[in-house]
Each structure stands twice: as C-alpha cells, then as structure tokens.
C-alpha cells in the first residue's frame, strides 16, 4: 500500500522533465495561478494557526508518505499554536536511530521535540525505487522554490481534471492538471473530499485541505516571516522619526541664519 501511494506521488518535477522529451507534454505552459487572499499576505499578513494546523494534519496524512520535511523540526511547531504536549506526542510517533552509546553501538529511540520531520525514505536510491524512478521533492521551501508560490501549490492542489480537454490524447500513467506546466503530471490526484477528518468539525473538501496545507507549508518555507516583518515596519517606524527629528533639529540649528 505505501509502495502505491508512493508510486501516486511522484516527483512532478521528473514529470516535467520527461515532458521536454515530448511534444505533447510540452505543448503549452499552463496558465498563471490565480492570485488568492492569503492571511499571511502584505506587509501586516500573519499565519492562520488553526488552518495552518489543519494544513499539518493534511500533510501527515497525505503527503509525508512520500515527501520529507527535514528543514522543520518537532519544537517549531510551537509557532503555529502546538502545546508543548501535542509537540511530544507528535515527536513520540517515530523512531529515531542515535548514538552512539557508551558500547559504541547506535541505537532506536523515540523522536523528541529537537528532532527534524524524518524523510519516508532512508536514501535516495530507495525513494526513487519506491517512486518508478522518480525523486519526491522536500517540501521544506515549496512555496519558495515554485514561481507563484503559495498561489501556484493551491492550483496544483485544486487542478486535476478526471479527463484532458478534447481533442488532447491521454497519456498512459500521466494526469492532467490545468496549472502544471505542459499539463500532464506524474503525481496523482493525492486530495479528496474526506480523506482526511478536521477534529476542528470543518469540512474537509477539496478546496479546504488544498488551502490548509498550502498555509502550513508557506509557513515552513517562512517560518519567521511574521517577526521579519515586524523588524521592517520598526526599523521604518524608527526611521522615519529620526528623519523628522534631524528635519527639526536641522529648522533649529538654521532658524537664526539670514540669507
């Protein structure tokens, strides 16, 4: 079963590249991701917790079968409202090899709060036997690595089509997705209404998950993001009294000056 969900999950990327090989893949780019109202967009934007915390239940259902996360570790999840508790519990659930011990000798614990997401696959021979081929992306910085950004991820979510348009043939093995440049993807649909269950009671659809998962993972592309921002509108804050300031002492200073 996780050798098909890995398989239905390849790398879209070699998906791509295969395509420059055929005309019909790479017939037209798709088109650009319409532009959504992000919480976290503009200079004041901030995360949604509770749907970025949605967006992690996503991803530990659905995607972390095949792609990794190891830029982020347990304790981060601290910023996106997780209680030190649920942090262990959630770190608890893997295994961990350590060491070595004072026998010299490596050894299996369970997960702690400092340690990264672990990768589904122990090397990248054995993602790629499990994929076809394929090398399942870390989808750490997926929302910095793709032009468009949180924008384009939530049209690839949402842009799987049960059928190509007429008159396009369908390509054995391959999916047609409208935002996916030239269209046909290795990777599966991996969203439905569903799949997963919200403890929140919100609906899981399509769009829903799509969106949540999308907001947890530009918060870990960016998990400082919020505090950055908040530096920037100090630092332009405190600037701009400084000019009025040194405008004032400047008035001071020349105001007894005759010219």
Same mark, same amino acid.
């Given at each position: 079963?996780?050798? =098909?969900?890995?398989?239905?999950?390849?790398?879209?990327? *070699?998906?791509?590249?295969?395509?420059?090989?055929?005309? $019909? !893949? &790479? %017939?037209?780019?798709?088109?650009?991701?319409?532009?959504?109202?992000?919480?976290?967009?503009?200079?004041?934007?901030?995360?949604?917790?509770?749907?970025?915390?949605?967006?992690?239940?996503?991803?530990?259902?659905?995607?972390?079968?095949?792609?990794? =996360?190891?830029?982020?570790?347990?304790?981060?999840?601290? *910023?996106?409202?997780?209680?030190?508790?649920?942090?262990? $519990? !959630? &770190? %608890?659930?893997?295994?961990?090899?350590?060491?070595?011990?004072?026998?010299?000798?490596?050894?299996?614990?369970?997960?702690?709060?400092?340690?990264?997401?672990?990768?589904?696959?122990?090397?990248?021979?054995?993602?790629?036997?499990?994929?076809?081929?394929?090398?399942?992306?870390?989808?750490?910085?997926?929302?910095?690595?793709?032009?468009?950004?949180?924008?384009?991820?939530?049209?690839?979510?949402?842009?799987?089509?049960?059928?190509?348009?007429?008159?396009?043939?369908?390509?054995?093995?391959?999916?047609?997705?409208?935002?996916?440049?030239?269209?046909?993807?290795?990777?599966?649909?991996?969203?439905?209404?569903?799949?997963?269950?919200?403890?929140?009671?919100?609906?899981?659809?399509?769009?829903?998950?799509?969106?949540?998962?999308?907001?947890?993972?530009?918060?870990?592309?960016?998990?400082?993001?919020?505090?950055?921002?908040?530096?920037?509108?100090?630092?332009?804050?405190?600037?701009?009294?400084?000019?009025?300031?040194?405008?004032?002492?400047?008035?001071?200073?020349?105001?007894?000056?005759?010219?």
């Amino acid at each position: 079963m996780r050798a =098909l969900r890995c398989l239905l999950g390849a790398l879209a990327g *070699a998906a791509f590249a295969a395509g420059l090989a055929s005309p $019909a !893949l &790479a %017939a037209k780019d798709a088109p650009t991701p319409p532009s959504q109202n992000w919480s976290f967009g503009g200079v004041f934007g901030t995360f949604d917790r509770a749907s970025a915390q949605r967006g992690l239940l996503v991803y530990k259902q659905v995607c972390a079968s095949c792609h990794g =996360l190891k830029r982020v570790a347990y304790r981060n999840l601290a *910023a996106i409202g997780l209680s030190d508790d649920e942090i262990r $519990a !959630l &770190a %608890a659930e893997i295994v961990v090899v350590d060491g070595p011990n004072d026998d010299g000798e490596m050894y299996e614990r369970p997960g702690r709060p400092s340690d990264r997401f672990r990768s589904p696959f122990p090397n990248e021979k054995a993602a790629r036997a499990a994929n076809n081929g394929a090398y399942p992306v870390d989808l750490s910085l997926i929302t910095k690595a793709r032009m468009g950004g949180a924008d384009y991820l939530y049209a690839l979510l949402t842009g799987y089509r049960d059928e190509p348009p007429p008159g396009v043939q369908p390509m054995e093995g391959m999916h047609w997705n409208e935002y996916f440049p030239g269209h046909w993807i290795a990777m599966a649909r991996p969203l439905y209404d569903d799949v997963v269950e919200y403890p929140d009671g919100t609906k899981a659809t399509t769009e829903q998950m799509a969106w949540d998962v999308t907001t947890f993972l530009a918060w870990a592309s960016q998990p400082y993001l919020e505090q950055q921002r908040q530096i920037g509108v100090r630092a332009i804050l405190f600037l701009l009294v400084l000019a009025g300031l040194t405008y004032a002492v400047k008035r001071r200073v020349w105001a007894d000056v005759k010219h």
